[in-house]
């Protein structure tokens, strides 16, 4: 980050990692970060223990997954589900590449091209005086924005309805556009997933003004 970017998320270590996950934080992370040289073509921003990323990964077999997500809890949890009890990488997920810190750090750097970009359940810092460290403003939409192919989609999904509310508004001051026929099929997608949460999740596609 060239400045001082405001901090989006909460603490980055959770309780002592088991020996194995230390392992593998040490041994197999670092042989599957993030490389410049491939296509990059979709990208999950803050995969939690990482469920999502190793679905699109199944789904995506012809695709680099990039997952990025500072705390690193999450980060050992997903490697612990992508080896094998030898500690190499399951095939199945031979596509996922982890950025394990604030994803601003590799977007400000690089200039990718994804088709997708995933973004679930960002953090909504309900109380007024946290908004401003809410991810989703106008400022990282931009980012995100250039950081799309022709034709990409931005896929976020929050059950947090006033934070969703504001995302809207901060796409109104960026050149992203809402496709709301998108979203009908990413909601149609995970309604049946979420019957037993309360609070529906609400969807948003968002695309590059053509
Ligand atoms: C509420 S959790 C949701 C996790 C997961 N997506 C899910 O739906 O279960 C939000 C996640 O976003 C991550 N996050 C916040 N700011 C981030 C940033 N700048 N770059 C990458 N991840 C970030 C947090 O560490 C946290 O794990």
Do not use: C
């Not at 679905?55 to 589900?81: D, H, M, Q, T």
């Amino acid at each position: 980050m060239e400045k001082q970017e405001i901090r989006t998320f909460g603490r980055r270590h959770g309780k002592k990692l088991s020996a194995r996950k230390e392992w593998l934080m040490e041994n197999l992370l670092p042989k599957i970060a993030p490389n410049e040289s491939e296509t990059n073509e979709i990208l999950e921003i803050g995969f939690g223990a990482g469920e999502h990323v190793r679905e699109l990964a199944i789904e995506n077999p012809g695709k680099i997954i990039i997952g990025a997500e500072p705390f690193i809890n999450g980060v050992a949890a997903l490697l612990s589900a992508i080896a094998d009890e030898n500690n190499s990488l399951l095939k199945e997920y031979k596509n996922i590449r982890i950025w394990p810190d604030d994803v601003r750090l590799i977007l400000n750097k690089n200039s990718y091209k994804f088709d997708e970009i995933w973004i679930l359940h960002p953090d909504p810092w309900p109380k007024a005086r946290h908004e401003k460290r809410r991810l989703l403003n106008h400022e990282f939409l931009k980012l995100l924005g250039k950081n799309l192919a022709k034709n990409g989609k931005i896929i976020i999904g929050t059950d947090h309805w006033g934070y969703y509310d504001w995302i809207i508004d901060q796409v109104s001051q960026t050149n992203l556009v809402v496709n709301t026929d998108e979203i009908e099929i990413i909601k149609t997608r995970y309604q049946t997933k979420n019957m037993a949460q309360t609070t529906q999740p609400k969807y948003l596609v968002l695309t590059n003004q053509s």
